[in-house]
């Protein structure tokens, strides 16, 4: 059974750091892009972020990039979400995601979900 399990969501100061990590079991996704997504209360789910197979490309949302970094370590089967510079509306439900290609593309929605870890930014 293929399982995405996220963690290391919690509760931050705004201006923060913190770092999620989504370990995977029941299937290697080396060679799959993997990435992040996250749902705030009553809005839709947004894209976070994405690294391609092999980790040659970051794709990153509008509303995090320059602070936020994914990486993978494909020899321990880890996805990983350095957060920075924290903000309030930074808070929601984290998702990890496997998608079906080595690249990302938008249209292609993931085949994979984690559960979700709550990340929770006072200010």
């Known amino acids: 059974q293929v399982q995405l399990v996220e963690s290391g969501g919690g509760l931050v100061q705004a201006g923060g750091s913190r770092r999620l990590s989504c370990g995977v079991s029941g299937r290697t996704f080396a060679a799959n892009a993997m990435g992040w997504f996250r749902q705030a209360p009553g809005k839709e789910r947004e894209f976070v972020a994405a690294?391609?197979?092999?980790?040659?490309?970051?794709y990153y949302g509008d509303s995090v990039k320059g602070r936020f970094i994914t990486s993978r370590d494909d020899a321990e089967n880890t996805l990983y979400l350095q957060m920075s510079s924290l903000k309030p509306e930074d808070t929601a439900v984290y998702f990890c995601?496997?998608?079906?290609?080595?690249?990302?593309?938008?249209?292609?929605?993931?085949?994979?979900w984690g559960q979700g870890t709550q990340v929770t930014v006072s200010s």
């Open positions: 690294v391609t197979s092999g980790s040659s490309k970051t």
């Open positions: 995601a496997a998608f079906m290609t080595r690249d990302y593309f938008p249209e292609y929605g993931p085949g994979y």
